[in-house]
Structure formats: C-alpha cells, structure tokens
C-alpha cells in the first residue's frame, strides 16, 4: 500500500493547509502524523508549557480531521524511527509538509530527515508558510514576494476519502513524563478557538490596539491574543492578514455606520503592520539557523564580556530584584506565559544592560516562559535587546520611566507584588525612597518585607550602555555589523523624526 504521510509540525490546522490538500488529490492512501520527539523536550529553549501547548491543538486537530474523514497518528519517539516504522509497515510515497523555521536544533533535525528520504528514495515535498521565503540571500525581494503570498486564495479543509486510522491511545503529559506548570488565562486551544479570537478581535477589541499594546494590562484585553495559535499554526498568516484587510475595507465603506471609524483604521494598520514585523524577524532565523546559538555579531558579543552572576540572574528570574516594575512583569510573565512586547523588550534591556547577563542564558529562560514562544521572533528579539547585531540601536529601558509611563497609579504593580500592596503612589515606583516610619506603618519594610534594589538603575543602565557601545567601535566589529545589515536589514525607510517626539525609553 502506498501512502502520503501528511506530517504535520507547527501547522495544526485543516484550514489552509497546502500539504493536505496536495495529499487528499492523490491516489495514494493518507497517513496524518503527529510526532512528540522526545529529545526535544530536553533542550534549553522548550518548556512543557509548550509540549502541552502542542499537544492540546494536535487533540484539537484530531478532532477536525475525524469531520473530514481523517484521523492524526499521535507517535512518541524520533521522526526519523517513527517514519522507518511506518514505511517498514506500509510504503511511504510521499512525505508532505510545511516549511519550518524553528530553532538549531528543528534545522538539524530536518536535514536528518531529508538525508534518509535520499536513501530510501523518498520525495518530501515541503510547502511555504506564513511569510517565510527559502532560500533568500537577502532582504531586497523579501517584503514583495511575502506580501504576494498573503493574497493567495484561502483553503478549506479537503475531503479525504482513504486514510489510515489511528489505533494507539492519544498522549497526555503523564504518558510523557512531563509536567507543566499551571497558567493563569490558558488560552483555549485549536482552529475553532483561534478563528473565534481573530473574529473578536477584530470586531470588538482591535479598536484601542495602537494605544492599549505597550500597556502590560490594557494589552491583556486589546491585543490580538492570536500569537499563541500562530505558533502553534492553529491559524494561517495569511487569514489573518486577509481577515484584517477585509475589516478595513469594510470600516471605509460604512464610516457613516461606525463609531470612531478613523481610530478602528489606526489601530487596524498598526496591527498589520505587527503582522509583517512578524514574518520578518522569522525570515531572519531561516536565513541564520543558528540565531538561538551565536550572536550575529560574534565579535561585539565577545567584546562584552557578560558573564552570568548567578544571584543577579535568579533574582531577575524571579521578579525580586527590587525594580517594583521589572519584578511586576517577571511575576506576571511566570504567571501567564505572556506579557507584551514592549515590556518583553523591556525585561531583556534590564538582564543586559542593568544586570549585565549574558544573552543566551537569559533568552533561554524567557522562552521558557512564554506559551507564545516563536523561535524567530524571540531570538531576533534578544539579539536586538542585547546590543549583539551591531545594526540596532542601544534600547536600555528606563524601569521606572516605563513603570511610571504605562502605571501611574501602581494598581499593576500591586496585583503582582503583593508585599508592597500598601505602599502610596507616591512611593509605589521606589519603594525605597519611603521614610522609615511609613515602611514599619505599613508592614512594607525594605530590605525585610522586599528587597532593595539589586544595582542603582541609572548608574547601571548608564554603564551598560558606556560598555554596549564601546563594545562594538572596533574596525573588525563594524566590519561584521555591516554583513549582518545586508542580509538581514529592514528595506523599509525610517520615518523622519519629530523634533518634539518622547523619549521611548
């Protein structure tokens, strides 16, 4: 018996899914496959919140493959032994999947794979995703060519006529071996609940979008929510790129309908615009597999000289480091799985520049706590946040500023950092400013009832910057920072700044 073993990774949909369309107009009989590879739950970037992620859309897949007559083979063990079982048993025709742009270790994990179909004279037909494209040498076509590939047709799920079913029991993170900690917000999982979101979304919440993202709180309720389905590929990019133009096209014609018309079109073209951000910080990890390993530019990383305090770096871990803000999103990060960009930023800017910690030990660990967790776009990130591109500005946040800027009032604070939950506004961003009276008042005494602060965070961010920049001014540093821009740098064009235009940071 021929089969097509319709391999499904980080693309757990029916919808908008090229290899099981291609599969379900063959001849052959159809084997959907979903494998849980053991050796990667014990790398240094994957948590069981992710394995148990996966795992929930991949049940949820099951389900609506069983509508279309389908059913999903949950296997347990390295994809290259499950593939040689299965074509042991059957006759593997065809390998159908997506592209994938995961870490170093998804890269090699692939070439293995493509290796064996050599020998064994199998073809894998692998299929474009989202706004990836392989095998670019640069920047210059990339933005045409993805935006082309967003306007191709949306699919709906095939028919499939002759599939092998699934005998085995579905997994659970017992069978694995692996426990996760509990979330607080555990997004629904699956296709059904990420076209829901996106429906939502941009219906009901995208509105204050452009104003609500950089806040940790009104972004809970005014963001997408959409990140965790994307990396579990529950949803297409390119539905929800045609969903959001459809919404703006529909909002221009019915201005006389709809409130507020001008900020649903703001908020809307600041959401796309994220959305293409999205894809190209992914192309970046396609065209550098090894961006969650090296730094782009080796030598600037090595000029630093981050050498990882292992006090500083728990402290950071654990939001105890006395910076009521930063500890705030550390607690809430650890608590949820997610936090917003600019406060994701923000956390990366203190570990580097504050703390002085080196990028990977401190990237590894903020992937562990994202649910989202996007290999490219969390590695592009750090290296950014880092000062190791040499192409990027120096962003060292200001804690307090930023705390000051998106909690006045310090409600945020206190619902995460409880111990200074009577600490006056006046005090709640430096605690430690309180008078010494006011601390025993309020049961809140620094240094006992939480900690001082770990550095001074001006002097510290300030030498941070001193050392990123002295970092990267040698001639053989400018040299590899000027590579690393033609191959990975943005083609759009800066807007000109204000001369009145806020300080970010």
């Not at 084997?31 to 992620?53: A, K, M, S, T």
């Not at 930023?345 to 996007?374: K, V």
């Not at 040698?474 to 300080?503: D, M």
């Amino acid at each position: 018996m021929a089969v097509d073993v319709v391999w499904f990774k980080k693309d757990l949909r029916t919808y908008d899914h090229s290899p099981l369309i291609d599969a379900a107009k063959s001849d052959n009989t159809i084997l959907c496959l979903y494998v849980l590879e053991p050796e990667r739950f014990d790398l240094d970037d994957v948590d069981p919140i992710h394995i148990e992620w996966e795992l929930n859309n991949a049940i949820e897949l099951s389900k609506s493959l069983e509508k279309i007559g389908g059913s999903l083979h949950f296997e347990i063990s390295d994809i290259v032994t499950t593939l040689s079982k299965i074509n042991s048993n059957f006759k593997i025709a065809r390998i159908l999947s997506h592209e994938e742009t995961g870490n170093s270790w998804s890269y090699q994990r692939d070439k293995l794979v493509q290796k064996w179909c050599q020998k064994q004279n199998i073809s894998w037909i692998e299929f474009p995703t989202n706004g990836v494209i392989r095998t670019l040498q640069d920047r210059d076509l990339w933005k045409r060519k993805r935006d082309s590939r967003m306007r191709e047709n949306l699919y709906q799920p095939p028919i499939i006529s002759d599939c092998i079913e699934f005998q085995g029991e579905i997994p659970s993170m017992k069978t694995l071996g692996l426990k996760s900690r509990r979330l607080q917000n555990y997004p629904e999982p699956g296709q059904d609940a990420a076209l829901k979101r996106l429906d939502s979304f941009l219906n009901e919440e995208a509105k204050q979008f452009q104003w609500a993202i950089s806040s940790p709180t009104l972004a809970v309720k005014h963001g997408s929510g959409l990140s965790v389905y994307l990396t579990a590929g529950a949803i297409s990019m390119r539905r929800v790129v045609q969903a959001t133009n459809a919404r703006m096209e529909y909002i221009r014609k019915n201005k006389a309908e709809i409130k507020d018309p001008t900020d649903w079109l703001k908020s809307l073209g600041s959401f796309r615009k994220r959305l293409a951000w999205h894809c190209h910080f992914v192309q970046k990890l396609e065209m550098e597999d090894n961006l969650d390993l090296v730094a782009q530019n080796p030598v600037i990383d090595s000029n630093l000289m981050r050498v990882l305090d292992e006090d500083r770096f728990t402290r950071w871990k654990n939001g105890t480091t006395g910076w009521p803000f930063l500890d705030a999103c550390m607690r809430q990060l650890s608590s949820t799985g997610w936090i917003n960009f600019r406060m994701r930023a923000m956390i990366m800017s203190a570990a580097s520049y504050n703390l002085w910690l080196p990028w990977r030990a401190t990237g590894c660990h903020l992937a562990r706590q994202f649910l989202d967790y996007e290999p490219g776009i969390h590695w592009s990130q750090v290296g950014m946040q880092s000062g190791t591109t040499g192409i990027n500005t120096i962003r060292a946040y200001s804690m307090t500023k930023q705390g000051k800027d998106q909690d006045p009032t310090g409600d945020y604070i206190r619902k995460w950092v409880p111990e200074l939950a009577m600490v006056p506004t006046k005090y709640i961003h430096e605690p430690w400013k309180m008078p010494n009276e006011l601390q025993e008042t309020i049961s809140c005494v620094i240094g006992q009832h939480y900690p001082e602060p770990i550095l001074d965070e001006i002097e510290s961010r300030k030498e941070g910057i001193k050392r990123s920049y002295a970092a990267r001014s040698s001639k053989e540093s400018r040299e590899i920072s000027k590579k690393v821009l033609k191959r990975h740098g943005s083609r759009s064009r800066p807007r000109r700044k204000r001369s009145n235009q806020k300080k970010l940071f």
